[in-house]
């Protein structure tokens, strides 16, 4: 609170100058709030100047909802004239962002995960990028994990919402491909005292390895149901588990998990040679030392490529024009889109006019919970 | 597979009365709050999440953030009874409210810091865990619903889902946004009648079964409870015997605290309790408070326990549908309810 007020004086106090101003909005509460409390302490990380210019960060709670979402940005682009957006922490409400970001011509770095928010790159996408890897890209390294072990059958237990569901349907593309059959699909929801039900379902229909589709430590849930039930086969973890509460709620019940993760999980553990390393851990470093040792999550490290993409293009587009006009913030998206071989903390970006995720399988690393830490897989 | 196959069906009809038996102590806890003093008390799960994750954070050594808050409505609760005491030109009941005040709250303070320290045993954490949630009822009946004691069923009802907000937003600032799980207080399983269960969910029942009794007992054998059930059936009658409904309505408060924290003791170690967990769990309660007409005891218990085992039912057939299955439930009881119950008038005083 006492850091969002300042930031606001600081907004007022900025304004009679020319200042790179940014909006950044997360969800600082509601059900999304482990994800955006992370990412609203990364924005304190953040550089104060580039290229000599000040930059002037205004940060917005949308509470996990969309209509809030939308209200904040309105606000910043007409209120606090920022030249760019970042976020916001939840998919539906980076979708409905869009359509402000758009109208006013302002670029969006969201932070959500859902492919369809930069998917096709029409003329409102074209303002909007993002930096945390698709669910597909996750997917993928599941499935390819799957069978490259000799799985054959899956079957999966996840929220009966849009994150669940997003993850059924990215598990059957990915599992169609690499010939994997589903033999099972329960739900439950994030709130549920048991899931002994879906688990006994599960359990019976004697898949070789089960995928639960939750973030969060609701996803100890499940797990600890299927080993109380004598469940001995792999399972597997979505990338929305990947903090360290995790760990500590899970104990011994989450032991042997596997699930794709941005590199900057295990950072320490990467080979000298991988580019994430060196970007991965000085992220961890500054953010254990201002808000204590284990404290950093994954989600966080969103906003901080944000912020390394934004470093590399305002020099570019302070080049063309003003901070505070429509040509800088026209000169901003062309300088973001430009973007070529930024290393952030959980990946290599690479954006073009056509793909404004810009990952590729670097940004993934396939992890295992071992001894209550996430250790990497060779 | 079928629900009826003789090694699934046990599995779940004890999954389902461990469940029911917690959602029965809140239908309880929904019902006599709402007989002694109209409110229907949305936040009884905020009081669920409140014992979890206050008993989850002394685990880790650390002093909740619900002790600066039981302070805080103490804090509230005096300046209120001095104005009143004042008002009245009684100065001796205004020194003792502050003297009381300062007194409590300093010791609670006291024996809060001394014992939130790593390496307490369980049970004296259990009990400082109570000590710190169950005051909270009385202070929030004192603070928010006591000087609206005459408004509307209406005006309690806005008054409690506000509650509601603003304590899971309390919860999400004291505890952070992810959740925590306590640990069990009985570990293994054990075998009955071919059926493994967790020796935990026995507890569960077991404690459930105990606090219903002593419940029935203290409604019927004790003075206290009987002016409870007094106010409960005629507010101004109970008035004209000498029950003061300030009194009761604390009383009723008290034991909702009580009822609430113990729950979340009781499920805590199973699922992980979030700020945000408190709603649906009191939800289902309520849907069995609903099922006794937000009146009957009996009919309230057995409500919940139907709830749970549906839902354990539900989640095995249908689990997509659970939610839809548990909630829908609500239709045909008020369909019956409307129809087979007579009007009364809500304000018949």
């Given at each position: 609170?006492?850091?969002l007020l300042?930031?606001a004086?600081?907004?007022?106090?900025a304004?009679?100058l020319?200042?790179?101003?940014v909006?950044?909005i997360?969800?600082g509460?509601?059900?999304?709030?482990?994800?955006?409390?992370?990412?609203?302490?990364?924005?304190?990380?953040?550089?104060?100047t580039?290229a000599?210019?000040?930059?002037v960060?205004t940060i917005?709670?949308?509470?996990?909802?969309?209509t809030?979402?939308?209200?904040?940005?309105?606000?910043?682009?007409q209120?606090?004239?920022?030249?760019?957006?970042?976020g916001t922490?939840?998919?539906?409400?980076?979708?409905?962002?869009?359509d402000?970001?758009?109208?006013?011509?302002?670029p969006?770095?969201?932070?959500a995960?859902?492919?369809?928010?930069i998917?096709?790159?029409?003329?409102?996408r074209?303002?909007?990028f993002?930096?945390?890897?698709t669910?597909?890209?996750?997917?993928a390294?599941?499935?390819?994990?799957?069978?490259?072990?000799?799985?054959?059958t899956?079957g999966?237990i996840?929220?009966?919402d849009?994150?669940?569901?997003?993850w059924?349907?990215?598990?059957?593309k990915a599992?169609?491909?690499?010939?994997?059959?589903?033999?099972a699909?329960?739900?439950y929801?994030?709130?549920?005292?048991?899931?002994t039900?879906?688990?006994?379902?599960?359990v019976?229909?004697?898949?070789?390895?089960?995928?639960?589709g939750?973030?969060?430590?609701?996803?100890?849930?499940?797990?600890?149901?299927?080993?109380?039930r004598g469940?001995a086969?792999k399972?597997?973890?979505t990338h929305g588990?990947?903090?360290?509460?995790?760990?500590?709620?899970?104990?011994?019940?989450?032991?042997?998990a596997?699930?794709?993760?941005?590199p900057?999980?295990?950072?320490d553990?990467?080979?000298?040679?991988?580019?994430n390393?060196k970007v991965?851990?000085?992220y961890?470093n500054?953010?254990e030392?201002?808000?204590g040792?284990g404290?950093v999550?994954t989600?966080?490290a969103?906003?901080?490529?944000?912020g390394?993409?934004l470093?590399k293009?305002v020099?570019q587009a302070?080049?063309?024009?003003?901070?505070?006009?429509?040509?800088?913030r026209?000169?901003?998206?062309?300088?973001i889109e430009?973007t070529?071989?930024?290393?952030?903390?959980h990946g290599?970006?690479?954006?073009?006019?056509?793909d404004h995720?810009?990952?590729?399988?670097?940004?993934?690393?396939?992890?295992?919970v071992?001894?209550?830490?996430?250790?990497?897989l060779? | 597979?079928?629900?009826?196959d003789?090694?699934i069906?046990?599995?779940?009809?004890?999954?389902?009365?461990?469940n029911?038996?917690?959602y029965?102590?809140?239908?309880?806890?929904l019902?006599?709050?709402?007989a002694v003093?109209?409110?229907i008390?949305?936040p009884?799960?905020?009081?669920?999440?409140?014992?979890?994750l206050?008993?989850?954070?002394l685990q880790q050594?650390?002093?909740p953030?619900?002790l600066?808050?039981?302070?805080?409505?103490l804090?509230i609760a005096?300046?209120?009874?001095v104005?009143r005491a004042?008002?009245?030109g009684?100065?001796?009941?205004?020194?003792?409210?502050?003297?009381?005040?300062?007194?409590?709250g300093?010791?609670l303070w006291?024996i809060t810091?001394?014992?939130?320290g790593?390496?307490?045993?369980?049970?004296?954490?259990?009990?400082?865990?109570?000590?710190?949630?169950?005051?909270?009822?009385?202070?929030?009946y004192?603070?928010?619903?006591?000087?609206?004691?005459n408004?509307?069923?209406?005006?309690?009802?806005i008054?409690s889902?506000?509650?509601?907000?603003?304590?899971?937003?309390?919860?999400?600032?004291?505890?952070?946004?992810?959740?925590?799980?306590t640990?069990?207080?009985a570990?293994?399983n054990?075998q009955?009648a071919?059926?493994?269960?967790?020796l935990?969910?026995?507890?569960?029942?077991?404690v459930?079964a105990l606090?219903?009794?002593?419940?029935?007992?203290f409604?019927?054998?004790?003075?206290?409870?009987?002016?409870l059930?007094a106010?409960a059936?005629?507010?101004l009658?109970a008035?004209?015997?000498?029950?003061?409904?300030?009194a009761?309505?604390?009383?009723?408060?008290t034991?909702?605290a009580?009822?609430?924290?113990?729950?979340?003791?009781?499920?805590?170690?199973?699922?992980?309790?979030?700020?945000?967990?408190g709603f649906l769990?009191?939800?289902?309660?309520?849907?069995g408070a609903?099922?006794?007409?937000?009146v009957s005891?009996?009919?309230?218990?057995?409500?919940?326990?139907?709830?749970g085992?549906?839902?354990?039912y539900?989640?095995f057939?249908?689990?997509?549908?659970?939610e839809?299955i548990?909630?829908?439930?609500?239709?045909?009881?008020?369909l019956?309810?409307?129809?087979?119950?007579?009007h009364?008038?809500?304000?018949?005083?």
């Amino acid at each position: 609170m006492k850091r969002l007020l300042l930031t606001a004086v600081l907004a007022c106090t900025a304004t009679a100058l020319a200042d790179v101003r940014v909006g950044v909005i997360v969800s600082g509460t509601g059900p999304a709030a482990s994800l955006g409390i992370p990412e609203r302490n990364t924005v304190a990380l953040l550089p104060q100047t580039i290229a000599g210019q000040k930059v002037v960060y205004t940060i917005l709670d949308d509470a996990s909802d969309t209509t809030a979402a939308v209200t904040a940005a309105r606000k910043l682009v007409q209120e606090n004239k920022v030249d760019l957006i970042i976020g916001t922490t939840t998919t539906p409400a980076s979708l409905a962002m869009i359509d402000v970001a758009a109208e006013s011509k302002t670029p969006m770095i969201s932070l959500a995960a859902s492919e369809s928010i930069i998917k096709p790159v029409d003329a409102r996408r074209s303002w909007v990028f993002k930096t945390p890897q698709t669910d597909a890209l996750m997917a993928a390294a599941i499935a390819a994990h799957m069978a490259s072990t000799g799985i054959k059958t899956v079957g999966y237990i996840g929220f009966n919402d849009a994150y669940g569901e997003g993850w059924l349907a990215e598990l059957q593309k990915a599992a169609a491909t690499r010939g994997l059959k589903i033999v099972a699909t329960e739900r439950y929801a994030r709130t549920d005292t048991s899931v002994t039900g879906q688990v006994l379902k599960v359990v019976a229909a004697r898949p070789d390895a089960v995928l639960i589709g939750a973030s969060g430590v609701p996803a100890v849930l499940p797990q600890k149901a299927l080993k109380d039930r004598g469940y001995a086969g792999k399972i597997y973890q979505t990338h929305g588990v990947a903090n360290a509460d995790f760990l500590r709620v899970g104990g011994k019940d989450v032991e042997g998990a596997i699930l794709p993760a941005g590199p900057v999980l295990v950072a320490d553990q990467l080979p000298a040679t991988n580019p994430n390393r060196k970007v991965g851990l000085s992220y961890v470093n500054l953010y254990e030392g201002k808000y204590g040792q284990g404290s950093v999550s994954t989600f966080g490290a969103h906003l901080w490529d944000a912020g390394l993409i934004l470093q590399k293009a305002v020099p570019q587009a302070l080049k063309k024009a003003k901070p505070g006009t429509p040509e800088f913030r026209s000169a901003l998206r062309d300088a973001i889109e430009g973007t070529r071989n930024v290393i952030g903390a959980h990946g290599i970006f690479n954006y073009s006019s056509s793909d404004h995720l810009g990952l590729d399988a670097r940004s993934r690393v396939m992890v295992q919970v071992v001894n209550g830490t996430w250790k990497l897989l060779k | 597979m079928d629900i009826f196959d003789p090694s699934i069906f046990p599995i779940l009809t004890a999954d389902g009365l461990t469940n029911g038996a917690v959602y029965a102590l809140l239908s309880l806890a929904l019902v006599l709050v709402f007989a002694v003093t109209r409110v229907i008390f949305v936040p009884q799960g905020e009081f669920v999440m409140f014992g979890a994750l206050t008993l989850a954070a002394l685990q880790q050594g650390k002093v909740p953030g619900t002790l600066n808050f039981v302070l805080a409505l103490l804090l509230i609760a005096t300046v209120l009874n001095v104005v009143r005491a004042l008002r009245a030109g009684d100065r001796r009941a205004a020194g003792l409210s502050v003297l009381w005040a300062v007194l409590g709250g300093g010791a609670l303070w006291g024996i809060t810091h001394a014992l939130a320290g790593a390496g307490t045993p369980l049970w004296v954490q259990v009990l400082l865990t109570l000590l710190l949630v169950v005051p909270q009822g009385p202070l929030l009946y004192r603070v928010v619903f006591e000087p609206l004691r005459n408004a509307t069923v209406l005006v309690l009802l806005i008054a409690s889902v506000a509650l509601h907000l603003a304590l899971t937003g309390l919860g999400l600032a004291f505890f952070g946004a992810e959740g925590s799980r306590t640990p069990a207080f009985a570990q293994g399983n054990a075998q009955i009648a071919g059926v493994t269960l967790s020796l935990q969910s026995l507890l569960v029942i077991g404690v459930s079964a105990l606090l219903m009794l002593g419940l029935a007992l203290f409604f019927g054998r004790t003075l206290a409870g009987k002016a409870l059930r007094a106010t409960a059936v005629n507010r101004l009658g109970a008035r004209l015997v000498g029950i003061r409904p300030e009194a009761a309505g604390s009383l009723a408060f008290t034991l909702a605290a009580l009822i609430g924290a113990l729950s979340g003791l009781l499920i805590g170690p199973s699922i992980a309790i979030g700020y945000d967990s408190g709603f649906l769990i009191g939800l289902k309660g309520f849907i069995g408070a609903i099922i006794g007409g937000l009146v009957s005891f009996p009919a309230a218990a057995v409500g919940a326990l139907l709830v749970g085992l549906i839902e354990s039912y539900a989640s095995f057939s249908l689990s997509q549908w659970k939610e839809v299955i548990v909630f829908t439930l609500i239709l045909p009881v008020l369909l019956w309810r409307s129809l087979s119950s007579r009007h009364h008038d809500e304000e018949e005083e």
